[in-house]
């Protein structure tokens, strides 16, 4: 009996030490209430307006029907139309598009010979669930109100995937898994930072150096680019040992790239460690932004394919950048500098992080 009134006792202390530290408090109320309203919402497997390109080279009356057709289930947006096969390649490399529509010139001949496809879809087969959806677009029977055609009881569409014609799971999972990887490890070695010194006693003696709070941010992150990079390597190596995953593009750019998004999340993480009163407030601030880096990326469902209000959630996140630049370089072979807008985000996202963080430390000595 006296030891049920001991362990009372303790976890009447317990609860009373949760209600003081709200921040806790809230934390553990509110963030599953969050993520399951946003996640519940956000995920849809259920893809459609992927964005898209037509290059329309007969321009008769039966390859607009088609076309009008095709605008009309609502599976693809079509963005922009092009003249040439060449263009809709381009666009697919530099990640513009995700399927590109070609009709050749004699469409209206080729929708009368079942020997030959009418229509080639080039799909983006770094992702698996786009090449699904090009191949329900595929089994959609299109009805041409025109005398010239009669079914043949064969579709009209060919898919032709491009950067993953095997359709290799591990060349689509392996370079989204490389930012959820680095997302993780990066911020939660800064996450715990500042508060780790804190808890220790050495924020003291920090306070009473010469240095300043930027000097301390960026002497804080520094050490933790280099890890990115070994990270990095190691991750790229074993891709490429066991699951022969490529680099197609510049190895150079990808380190450039990496370097960019490892310190994009590593001032995410002192801006967390900034905001936190224990380590434990950090961790679960890091996972709240760990799950939506993982689910609204572009990682697990196509970024195209998801609500609106969650793609507005995803571009913040870096995560969502550097898979767009992962995937670009090491399987379609871009450019860096045809990613640009995706790499100029990641180094505004850690000034403009590293800035706050920095401002933040200042006001809590103050």
Known sequence: MKSF???????????RQLRRDRLTFGMVVGLPVIQMLLFGYAINTDVRHLKTAIADQADTHLSQ???????QTQVVDIIESVPTARDLEDLLRRGRISIGVLIPADFDRRVNDPARAAVQLLVDGTDPTILGVA????????????????PTGQSVIEVRPFYNPERRTPVN?????????????????????????????NLELLINTPLSSTELMVGKVIPYIVIGMLQLALILGVGRLLFDVPVRGSVVDLYLAATAFVAANLALGLLISTAANTQFQAMQMMV?????????????????GMPTFAQYIGEVLPNTHFIRLTRGIML???????????LFYLIGFTLVAMTVAAMRFSKRLD
């Not at 009134?5 to 609860?15: C, D, G, P, T, Y």
């Not at 191949?135 to 009669?150: A, R, V």
């Open 65 to 71: 029907q088609f076309v009008a057709e095709v605008r």
């Open 288 to 304: 709240f932004i760990l799950l939506p880096s993982i689910l609204l990326s572009g990682f697990m469902f196509p970024f195209d």
């Open 173 to 201: 999972i392996i370079p989204g898994l490389m930012g959820v990887i680095l997302t993780m490890t990066m911020i939660l070695f800064t996450a715990v930072a500042i508060v780790r010194e804190r808890e220790r006693g």
């Open 332 to 342: 379609r072979d871009a450019a860096l500098a045809e990613l640009l807008p995706d």
């Open 135 to 150: 191949n329900q677009l595929k089994s959609i029977p299109f009805g041409f109100d025109s005398t010239q055609y009669s």
């Open 5 to 15: 009134s001991r362990v009372l006792a303790i976890v009447k202390k317990e609860v």
